[in-house]
């Protein structure tokens, strides 16, 4: 069984930083890609960045410039720095992982999500 645990969210005033962390555990044989997605009140979830296992990296227009998706403490945790943030950047963020629990079985997993409010 695989889980992903996020945490880091909060609340924070407009133009200040925040720092997301998602740690992956369980059977896992091979990750090819960690991210985040995002989803506020009556929209749908999307893309906030993406990492794959070759280093590179995809990012939301919306948040090119201020957001940073990184490996944190190791190769199964994925972390997201956020700068400049700014009220529509309210959301629910969720990580998400690629990963593969055997050579034959990849699927996608999401974490339980952490609550980002942007407001002075």
């Known amino acids: 069984q695989v889980q992903l645990v996020e945490s880091g969210g909060g609340l924070v005033q407009p133009g200040g930083s925040l720092r997301l962390s998602c740690a992956a555990s369980?059977?896992?044989?091979?990750?090819?890609?960690m991210g985040w997605y995002r989803q506020a009140p009556g929209k749908q979830r999307e893309l906030v960045a993406a990492?794959?296992?070759?280093?590179?990296?995809n990012y939301a227009d919306s948040v090119k410039g201020r957001f940073t998706i990184f490996r944190d403490n190791g190769m199964n945790t994925v972390g997201l720095q956020m700068n400049s943030l700014k009220p529509e950047d309210t959301a629910v963020y969720y990580c998400?992982?690629?990963?593969?629990?055997?050579?034959?079985?990849?699927?996608?997993?999401w974490g339980q999500g952490t609550q980002v409010t942007v407001s002075s």
């Open positions: 998400n992982a690629r990963l593969k629990i055997s050579v034959f079985r990849e699927g996608d997993y």
């Open positions: 369980g059977s896992i044989f091979s990750i090819s890609a």
């Open positions: 990492l794959t296992s070759d280093r590179s990296t």
